[in-house]
């Protein structure tokens, strides 16, 4: 049990990875970029090239994946939110969906649709102790998820630019008069959102060990659920809901089959939009604005 736990809080923290980027852009923009699951699929295809291309290290391939990914998100922002941010409200939405699906066609056209093996590099030991064993890659997801997640919540509540990021997010007309750049915040807020996303494709790669150009579409639907289950734009609800997904998809496939674990974010999304409808820490505020 204890085993699945830890297996379980290796993909809820990528989950969460994933979901903060949703949570993010939504938090401040009150937009859904359903581009995020393909930005993070490039993520990780350009830690896969620093890695085998390259020939460079693991935390080289991490930081390069979330700069490539960070400038993608820079582009879908100039592109695709950006022309389109006054007009009719499904607008951005429907450019993103748009901005996926050819980044998903020409990577299948780059690499192919079969998966590519996600070399593991970390030279480190495992650990065991008794009949729990925590390999060193479990350890270097975990804790740079953590790491991660730690800093974007300092970013967001200790600096100059998130507390411009969530005067935006309280009103932006406001804002502006108060000196805020929007459209710089803005900006930040994609790559930002990015940067995450970047992060965990690479750690998605390592922990499956290989990677496709599908896997954005599947792995970002999930994330999405996650973060309608944490509440829309609460980045402590999105890590929360994040580990919880990961550990009760962990569980299911243990105990009921590989077949169920799939259908867990999906049976919770329906239940919380039932029950709570506004998330596990979400507010109602945000359901109106989504």
């Known amino acids: 049990m204890l085993q699945q736990l830890i297996n379980g809080l290796m993909l809820g ?17 009150g937009l859904i970029n359903l581009a995020h699951g393909e930005i993070f699929m490039l993520g990780g295809f350009i830690g896969l090239m620093v890695v085998t291309v ?45 901005f996926g699906i050819v980044v998903r066609d020409l990577m299948v056209n780059y690499v192919g649709s079969e998966p590519k093996v996600f070399p593991s590099t970390v030279q480190l030991p495992d650990f065991q102790i008794g009949s729990l064993l925590i390999s060193s890659v479990q350890l270097l997801i975990l804790g740079a998820s953590l790491f991660l997640m730690v800093g974007l919540t300092l970013f967001v509540n200790r ?82 809901a994040g580990l919880l997904v990961g550990m009760l998809e962990i569980l299911a496939s243990a105990y009921l089959g590989a077949a169920y674990s799939d259908a867990i974010p999906w049976t919770l999304l329906i239940i919380i939009l039932v029950f709570r409808p506004s998330g596990l820490l979400g507010s109602k505020t945000n359901v109106d604005r989504a």
Do not use: D
């Not at 990914?69 to 951005?92: D, H, Q, T």
């Open 13 to 29: 923290s990528t989950y969460a990875l994933i979901a903060l980027g949703y949570s993010l852009v939504f938090g401040v923009l």
């Open 54 to 98: 390259a020939q460079l290290s693991l935390p080289f391939a991490i930081l390069g994946a979330m700069i490539g990914a960070g400038l993608i998100g820079i582009i879908l922002e100039l592109l695709c939110f950006r022309p389109v941010k006054r007009s009719y409200f499904l607008a951005p939405a429907l450019s993103t969906i748009g």
């Open 159 to 240: 600096t100059s630019l998130g507390r411009a990021m969530r005067a935006v997010a309280e009103n932006p007309v406001v804002a502006q008069l108060q000196g805020v750049n929007v459209a710089r915040i803005t900006m930040i807020t994609f790559f930002v959102s990015a940067l995450l996303a970047g992060a965990a494709g690479v750690f998605i790669g390592l922990r499956i060990g290989k990677l496709s150009p599908f896997i954005g579409t599947s792995v970002g639907l999930k994330a999405l659920a996650v973060v309608i289950i944490g509440g829309l734009g609460n980045i402590n609800g999105a890590m929360l």
